[in-house]
């Protein structure tokens, strides 16, 4: 046996030297140098192959416990089974497999030899199995190690196999989808524009590539490669998807509509699809569609968690007693896995709060709200610093030097600060005046953040924010009038526009200097109010801050800490507005609202509330009613709950 290799290596070299007596003796002696789930997937490898698949159905039973979404386990399963001669069970297995891990191509094949009817699935099968046959032992690694979640160890062998092989179209690709797994979306979007170079016609690096575009919120861009795509081959089910996607974020809802219907005749039991059509059908505000879509597919896959979340979600509809004793018996289900039961606490959670169990209610969010900050990337100490950074190179001398370097336009208002503050209401009032459009949440001002901050070498002050004192006046109008033509995708002739990414509050610095005239409006809400709101809330993407009573709490402090630096640099600029002020003296906030933004008054801002257009938000609905306060100290049916929430908020 070679010496000083790790456990888990030494296992799987005995394993492949079929000493399975052997390896089972070195699973348990290192049981405490290697993880549960790597101790029963080995000896349950070890069970099969000395033809004990009780013991090794036993121990991927343990193990689908602890990684449900773990496709090895699967096959494992599937080869038991076989075994057993249970083709039924085998073939689920196989199938359950490849869903969460496609490189496994025993599992293929095995769909192959148990297979006889579905042609479909033949075909599809024998598809992968020649693209696995194909492809280089590496770059299987690469798929492997992404389907399990080990990205880095992807990442790095990916790197290495294009260093020796820089024109591999596949390597290109798999290491881009590696980047778009990391949140790395702008390194992902380029790899596959230059994949586009080389192979334009690859219909899979086409698929990657207008995915990443909706990814990036580039929806225009989408739509136009999306339409092509589909035009290529109107029958292609990948393409019919990307192409409804795209009409869906670019307003085109009719069309998307029926696009989803054409889909669905192909394959009726396509719940993402369903879902889709719920979220439309919710932001067009016609909610009784909304809701027969998103039930027609928890009808379809029990476990699709998303359907119920989204009932949830549109806030008002309330849960039958059925569904909330489905729902518990669910998240209590061992197999289910963790993204499924995350959707599944947090609509337990508002099942109860409209049954007024304000304690199971909090005990669904928290647990649904540690599943996800087990996994998030948010860390309060690295906000802290950028807050801290932004202070430093924004102040009152940059912005008297460069006051007027960006675009001339007038036409952006944004308006930010927290998520579920009260965005969408005001959104909703000005967007009611006949100057003023609507949009969207649009990532514009954080991609160019972004994309400064790639421009950095070994020398900080080429980074983001520091990087804004360099900038030239052609440069920086250059980035304004960008913006500006991004925007005209979701644009008709109005000469105002609304941009809500809350999220913007962290850039203010970057768009005064490149957008001097834009309006900016920094709605808040009380502490305790906008932090639970946040909490309670299981946002698409993003957000990552608001999955632990903490982080909300230093995350609000610095807010209103960046807050009080921009007003003081930029002075009479900013308009604040407090969401209580607008619930308790509507009429006075909206004409302040519209005074600022120099914008004559209309009495359809009084009547928000009639508005017919599109919200894509959690608050549509509650924006098409008019003002109501019973939600203002909401949180306190909470109280006994947030103690960590009000010790460490400043504010």
Same mark, same amino acid.
């Given at each position: 046996?070679?010496?000083?290799?790790?456990?888990?290596?030494?296992?799987?070299?005995?394993?492949?030297?079929?000493? %399975?007596?052997?390896?089972?003796?070195?699973?348990?002696?290192?049981?405490?140098?290697?993880?549960?789930?790597?101790?029963?997937?080995?000896?349950?490898?070890?069970?099969?192959?000395?033809?004990?698949?009780?013991?090794?159905?036993?121990?991927?039973?343990?193990?689908? +416990?602890?990684?449900?979404?773990?496709?090895?386990? $699967? +096959?494992?399963?599937?080869?038991?089974?076989?075994?057993?001669?249970?083709?039924?069970?085998?073939?689920?297995?196989?199938?359950?497999?490849?869903? /969460?891990?496609?490189?496994?191509?025993?599992?293929?094949?095995?769909?192959?030899?148990?297979?006889?009817?579905?042609?479909?699935?033949?075909?599809?099968?024998?598809?992968?199995?020649?693209?696995?046959?194909?492809?280089?032992?590496?770059?299987?690694?690469?798929?492997?190690?992404?389907?399990?979640?080990?990205?880095?160890?992807?990442?790095?062998?990916?790197?290495?196999?294009?260093?020796?092989?820089?024109?591999?179209?596949?390597?290109?690709?798999?290491?881009?989808?590696?980047?778009?797994?990391?949140?790395?979306?702008?390194?992902?979007?380029?790899?596959?524009?230059?994949?586009?170079?080389?192979?334009?016609?690859?219909?899979?690096?086409?698929?990657?590539?207008?995915?990443?575009?909706?990814?990036?919120?580039?929806?225009?861009?989408?739509?136009?490669?999306? +339409?092509?795509?589909?035009?290529?081959?109107?029958?292609?089910?990948?393409?019919?998807?990307?192409?409804?996607?795209?009409?869906?974020?670019?307003?085109?809802?009719?069309?998307?509509?029926?696009? $989803?219907?054409?889909?669905?005749?192909?394959?009726?039991?396509?719940?993402?699809?369903?879902?889709?059509?719920? /979220?439309?059908?919710?932001?067009?505000?016609?909610?009784? =569609?909304?809701?027969?879509?998103?039930?027609?597919?928890?009808?379809?896959? =029990?476990?699709?968690?998303?359907?119920?979340?989204?009932?949830?979600?549109?806030?008002?509809?309330?849960?039958?007693?059925?569904?909330?004793?489905?729902?518990?018996?669910?998240?209590?289900?061992?197999?289910?896995?963790?993204?499924?039961?995350?959707?599944?606490?947090?609509?337990?959670?508002?099942?109860?709060?409209?049954?007024?169990?304000?304690?199971?209610?909090?005990?669904?969010?928290?647990?649904?709200?540690?599943?996800?900050?087990?996994?998030?990337?948010?860390?309060?100490?690295?906000?802290?610093?950028?807050?801290?950074?932004?202070?430093?190179?924004?102040?009152?001398?940059?912005?008297?030097?460069?006051?007027?370097?960006?675009?001339?336009?007038?036409?952006?208002?944004?308006?930010?600060?927290?998520?579920?503050?009260?965005?969408?209401?005001?959104?909703?009032?000005?967007?009611?005046?006949?100057?003023?459009?609507?949009?969207?949440?649009?990532?514009?001002?954080?991609?160019?953040?972004?994309?400064?901050?790639?421009?950095?070498?070994?020398?900080?002050?080429?980074?983001?924010?520091?990087?804004?004192?360099?900038?030239?006046?052609?440069?920086?109008?250059?980035?304004?009038?960008?913006?500006?033509?991004?925007?005209?995708?979701?644009?008709?002739?109005?000469?105002?526009?609304?941009?809500?990414?809350?999220?913007?509050?962290?850039?203010?610095?970057?768009?005064?200097?490149?957008?001097?005239?834009?309006?900016?409006?920094?709605?808040?809400?009380?502490?305790?109010?906008?932090?639970?709101?946040?909490?309670?809330?299981?946002?698409?993407?993003?957000?990552?801050?608001?999955?632990?009573?903490?982080?909300?709490?230093?995350? $609000?402090?610095?807010?209103?800490?960046?807050?009080?630096?921009?007003?003081?640099?930029?002075?009479?600029?900013?308009?604040?507005?407090?969401?209580?002020?607008?619930?308790?003296?509507?009429?006075?906030?909206?004409?302040?609202?519209?005074?600022?933004?120099?914008?004559? %008054?209309?009495?359809?801002?009084?009547?928000?509330?009639?508005?017919?257009?599109?919200?894509?938000?959690?608050?549509?609905?509650?924006?098409?009613?008019?003002?109501?306060?019973?939600?203002?100290?909401?949180?306190?049916? $909470?109280?006994?709950?947030?103690?960590?929430?009000?010790?460490?908020?400043?504010?």
């Amino acid at each position: 046996m070679e010496q000083n290799l790790e456990p888990s290596k030494e296992i799987e070299l005995s394993i492949q030297n079929r000493d %399975f007596d052997g390896a089972l003796k070195l699973c348990n002696k290192y049981k405490s140098n290697i993880s549960n789930k790597e101790y029963f997937y080995l000896t349950s490898v070890c069970h099969r192959y000395l033809s004990d698949t009780k013991e090794a159905l036993l121990g991927l039973d343990k193990l689908i +416990q602890i990684d449900p979404n773990y496709g090895r386990a $699967y +096959q494992e399963i599937g080869h038991n089974n076989v075994v057993l001669k249970n083709k039924d069970r085998a073939l689920k297995a196989y199938l359950r497999a490849v869903r /969460h891990n496609p490189s496994l191509q025993s599992s293929w094949l095995g769909i192959l030899s148990l297979e006889n009817s579905n042609e479909e699935l033949i075909k599809f099968a024998e598809k992968n199995v020649f693209y696995l046959k194909d492809l280089p032992p590496e770059l299987k690694t690469v798929l492997s190690y992404t389907h399990e979640g080990k990205l880095v160890r992807a990442d790095h062998i990916c790197r290495e196999y294009l260093r020796d092989h820089p024109h591999d179209i596949e390597a290109m690709r798999l290491l881009a989808n590696i980047g778009s797994d990391l949140n790395i979306y702008e390194d992902a979007e380029f790899l596959l524009e230059s994949a586009l170079l080389f192979d334009p016609d690859n219909p899979k690096i086409k698929y990657d590539y207008i995915n990443i575009l909706t990814k990036r919120q580039k929806y225009g861009e989408a739509l136009k490669h999306a +339409q092509l795509f589909y035009d290529e081959n109107q029958s292609n089910i990948n393409a019919m998807k990307l192409l409804s996607t795209a009409l869906f974020r670019t307003d085109r809802y009719k069309e998307a509509i029926k696009i $989803y219907n054409d889909i669905l005749n192909l394959e009726p039991k396509n719940t993402d699809v369903m879902l889709s059509m719920g /979220h439309l059908y919710k932001t067009s505000g016609e909610f009784n =569609k909304s809701i027969s879509s998103y039930k027609k597919a928890y009808y379809t896959d =029990k476990y699709f968690g998303d359907a119920y979340w989204s009932l949830a979600n549109l806030k008002t509809y309330k849960f039958s007693d059925a569904e909330v004793a489905s729902l518990n018996e669910m998240v209590n289900d061992k197999y289910i896995s963790e993204n499924e039961r995350v959707f599944m606490h947090f609509a337990l959670g508002k099942a109860y709060e409209d049954l007024e169990n304000f304690d199971d209610s909090f005990d669904n969010y928290k647990k649904g709200n540690e599943i996800k900050k087990s996994k998030a990337l948010f860390n309060l100490e690295d906000f802290h610093q950028d807050c801290l950074n932004q202070k430093d190179v924004c102040n009152e001398d940059l912005f008297q030097m460069k006051s007027d370097w960006g675009s001339d336009s007038s036409a952006p208002i944004f308006i930010l600060g927290l998520p579920r503050v009260g965005s969408t209401l005001i959104e909703q009032i000005l967007s009611s005046h006949s100057m003023v459009e609507p949009t969207h949440e649009l990532p514009n001002i954080i991609s160019t953040a972004l994309r400064l901050n790639e421009r950095k070498t070994q020398d900080i002050d080429s980074r983001y924010p520091d990087i804004l004192l360099s900038l030239s006046a052609p440069q920086l109008k250059l980035i304004g009038d960008k913006y500006i033509s991004d925007s005209e995708v979701f644009r008709s002739d109005k000469p105002y526009f609304i941009d809500k990414m809350p999220n913007n509050f962290r850039h203010i610095g970057l768009i005064k200097l490149i957008l001097p005239n834009a309006k900016i409006i920094d709605i808040r809400r009380s502490s305790m109010s906008a932090c639970f709101s946040c909490y309670k809330q299981l946002f698409a993407e993003g957000q990552e801050f608001t999955y632990d009573l903490k982080d909300l709490a230093g995350y $609000y402090n610095n807010y209103v800490e960046l807050m009080n630096h921009w007003n003081k640099v930029l002075p009479n600029q900013i308009l604040s507005i407090n969401y209580e002020d607008v619930v308790n003296s509507f009429e006075d906030s909206v004409k302040k609202i519209l005074d600022y933004c120099q914008i004559p %008054f209309e009495q359809s801002c009084l009547e928000f509330y009639k508005s017919k257009r599109s919200v894509k938000t959690p608050s549509a609905e509650q924006v098409r009613q008019p003002i109501y306060k019973s939600g203002m100290d909401y949180w306190k049916n $909470y109280e006994s709950h947030l103690d960590e929430l009000k010790i460490n908020l400043k504010y």
